[in-house]
Structures are given as C-alpha cells and as structure tokens.
C-alpha cells in the first residue's frame, strides 16, 4: 500500500469513527442518529428533544488561548501543507473533542489521535461572548471617565 493510499485510508477511517461516534454519543438511538449524520454531512444532530443534562459550558477563552494553532504537513505526504491542532495538546485542554481512532487490520498498527473540529465551535462561541462582554465593560469604563472628565 502506497502512501497516499494509506492516507486515504486514515482519513477514511477518522471520519468514519467521527460520524459513528458523534452519533453514538447523542443518543441511545444511535443508529437513527447515525443515519442523520451520515446523510446530511458534516452536520450534528443538534434537537433539545435528543439531549439531557445540559449545562453551560465550562469552557471559554482561557481555554482558547491555550490551544497552539499549528501548520504541519504529513509524513506519508509531505506535498500537502496543513493547518490545524495537535490532538494530545487539545486533549489536555478540551479531551472531548479527541479521539482515539479505531482498530483496524488496513491501517499501520499504531492507533493515532483525530479531533472533531466542529465540536470546537461551541467553545469559540463562548470565547467570544466572553470577549465581547470584556469590550462592553471597558466601553463603559471609557464612557465613565470621558463624562467625568469633561465635567
């Protein structure tokens, strides 16, 4: 087996395990669920009526600013420049967006490590209301000693 095609098949595989896990990890009816997935793309079912225990998210722009963006190309294809994250450094920040690829008998014997990108969206969310509440409050603090100033 080339490189390229073992790429493929690495890439195959982390996105199989991405849809069957995000899937499995909604609901008990997880292969409805998976069907969902699988037909409408990169896409989550997301319905309140599938969910139970929400909380706020405990995670904001600390957390953000703890993740180290990265551009990098693979061993096996080098002519591929990429940009992105190294699991085991999100994994000891955010550890529900990585994951653990399957074993399989086609792939090289190490299991490697795949982040769910599109679960980090709700951290970005929640770093830039944290943000945009930070500017709020200097812009009153602003406004607050401009008047005072001017009085």
Known sequence: MNSETRFLALVTALLML???SSAARESADAPSLKVAATITGPSQPSDQRLKEDIRDLPY???ELLGLRPVSY?????PSHAKIGLIAQEVKSIVPEVVYLSPENA????PRYYA???AELVPLLVRSIQQQQAAIVSLENRIGTLESSTIQ
């Not at 086609?106 to 014997?109: D, G, I, K, V």
């Open 106 to 109: 086609e792939l090289p014997a």
């Open 115 to 117: 982040i769910n990108y």
């Open 60 to 62: 904001g722009l600390s």
């Open 18 to 20: 991405w849809v069957v």
């Open 73 to 77: 190309r693979y061993r096996d294809y």
